[in-house]
């Protein structure tokens, strides 16, 4: 038996060390075997134990860089950096805010996480979602260095209910609801990858879920401009929510609003303008599906053809400027 392992081990390692190459893994640059079909088979070689409670995102990122990458550019890693935020919670200081802007350990529920008041600057880290009972919750199945737990649960909207009440409730409305498509269909893309960084160690590449959290905005919305078929002065403007899973705007909590415009133009010159703005804070905001109309008058001074553009924007103090959600041109007739 001893010979046998004598003989064998070399050979394992003279074919492991043939075809590897030089690969920066947490602990130094070490060879790392080139497997043309990997597979499941040396997890125990790396077996860290590791206490996935009580931590920041530094010692997840040792394993996790990648999405580390993704999650830093986040609104989840942003949610205690805004001036909004630092001045309404008065500098963290109403343990209310925190409880979902810095959660502690993920609780699958409708019900609030508790606030956690280390590493208070990283937000919404990994652990507020992962970390149940000192286990990350996964949906892999995989055989981690650190102790996981998986959950059917964890691939639905309930992983987003706890600090999204609002917006939970309002996506049991739609129809995605009963179409299963969950919040992580439009804010977590799949990709394939490896989900750690040394994995090519013997673990093959998996479904994955992106953690940059995007919200596509193009698309979110349609918008028409129809003049009435008894009279022409009256123009409808219509606003659908065709893309969102839930209310446009969703947001309950900041100051996210849809601003409406609707202006008509003789040649340069303005010579109609209305604005309708709609938010949750107004309870005008479009559910998932519904179609908004907004009626106007409008009598032309002369018979010629002016241009009618609708345009709807998204405006939030945590972006940069209005993001152009829609929008419309079409001319004006006048019998
Ligand atoms: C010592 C390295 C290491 C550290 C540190 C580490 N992980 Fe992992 N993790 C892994 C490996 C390896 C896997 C399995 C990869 C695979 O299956 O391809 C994994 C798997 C996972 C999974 C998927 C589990 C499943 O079965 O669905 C999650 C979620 C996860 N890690 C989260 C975290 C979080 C959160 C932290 C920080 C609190 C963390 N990990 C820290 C190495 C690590
Ligand atoms: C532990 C609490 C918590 C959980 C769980 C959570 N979120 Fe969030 N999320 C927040 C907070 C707080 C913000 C606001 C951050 C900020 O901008 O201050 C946010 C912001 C967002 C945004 C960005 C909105 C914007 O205006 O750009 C998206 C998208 C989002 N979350 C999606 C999700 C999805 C999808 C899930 C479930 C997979 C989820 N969140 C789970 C707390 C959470
Ligand atoms: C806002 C909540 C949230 C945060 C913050 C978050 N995750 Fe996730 N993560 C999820 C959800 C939900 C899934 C499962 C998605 C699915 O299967 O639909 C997931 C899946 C994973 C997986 C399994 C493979 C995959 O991509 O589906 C790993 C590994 C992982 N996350 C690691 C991390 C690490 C590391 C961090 C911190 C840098 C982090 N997560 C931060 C919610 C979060
Ligand atoms: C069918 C795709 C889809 C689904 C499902 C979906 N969303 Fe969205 N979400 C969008 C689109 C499109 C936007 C951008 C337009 C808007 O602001 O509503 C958005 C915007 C957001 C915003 C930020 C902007 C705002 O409106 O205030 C948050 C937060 C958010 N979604 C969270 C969630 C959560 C949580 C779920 C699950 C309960 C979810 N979304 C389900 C498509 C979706
Ligand atoms: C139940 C969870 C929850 C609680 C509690 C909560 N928030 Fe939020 N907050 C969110 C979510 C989710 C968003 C993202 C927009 C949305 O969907 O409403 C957000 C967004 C914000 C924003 C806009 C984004 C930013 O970072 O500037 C501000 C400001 C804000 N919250 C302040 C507060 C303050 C102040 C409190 C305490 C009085 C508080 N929040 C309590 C979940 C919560």
Redesign the pocket.
């Known amino acids: 038996m001893l010979k046998m392992i004598q003989f064998v081990l070399p050979i394992f390692f003279l074919a492991v060390m043939g075809c590897s190459k030089k690969q920066h893994t947490p602990v130094g640059n070490i060879p790392v075997p080139d497997f043309s079909k990997p597979v499941d088979l040396l997890p125990s070689l790396i077996n860290v134990r590791y206490n996935p409670g009580s931590s920041g995102?530094e010692s997840?990122?040792t394993c996790?860089q990648e999405?580390?990458e993704?999650?830093?550019d986040?609104r989840?890693?942003k949610a205690t950096q805004s001036a909004l935020f630092k001045s309404t919670s008065d500098h963290y200081k109403l343990e209310n805010c925190m409880t979902c802007h810095s959660p502690a350990d993920m609780e699958l529920s409708i019900h609030r996480p508790k606030a956690r008041d280390w590493h208070v600057q990283e937000g919404?880290?990994?652990s507020?979602?992962?970390v149940v009972e000192n286990r990350?919750l996964?949906?892999?199945n995989?055989n981690a260095p650190h102790h996981t737990r998986f959950s059917e649960e964890?691939?639905?909207s309930m992983?987003?209910a706890s600090?999204h009440q609002p917006t939970y409730n309002q996506w049991k409305e739609s129809k995605y609801a009963k179409e299963e498509r969950?919040c992580?269909a439009c804010h977590?893309p799949?990709?394939e990858r490896f989900?750690?960084n040394y994995a090519q160690i013997g673990y093959k590449k998996?479904?994955?879920?992106s953690?940059h959290?995007p919200v596509e905005y193009a698309g979110a919305c349609e918008v028409d401009i129809t003049q009435g078929r008894m009279s022409l002065e009256q123009i409808t403007v219509a606003v659908t929510n065709v893309g969102a899973g839930h209310d446009l705007p969703t947001g309950v909590f900041g100051d996210n609003t849809l601003q409406v415009e609707f202006r008509i133009l003789d040649g340069e010159s303005e010579i109609f303008f209305r604005k309708e703005t709609l938010n949750q804070a107004a309870k005008n905001a479009i559910k998932s599906g519904e179609t908004r109309r907004f009626f106007y008058n409008f009598r032309a001074p002369q018979k010629k053809s002016y241009l009618m553009i609708a345009k709807v924007f998204f405006l939030s103090s945590i972006q940069n400027g209005p993001i152009k959600l829609a929008e419309r041109e079409q001319y004006y007739y006048r019998e």
């Open positions: 995102v997840c990122r996790h999405y580390y993704e999650w830093k986040s989840h890693a919404v880290t990994c507020s979602c992962h990350t996964g949906v892999l995989s964890f691939k639905t992983a987003c600090c969950h992580q977590m799949s990709t989900i750690a998996k479904s994955a879920h953690h959290f």
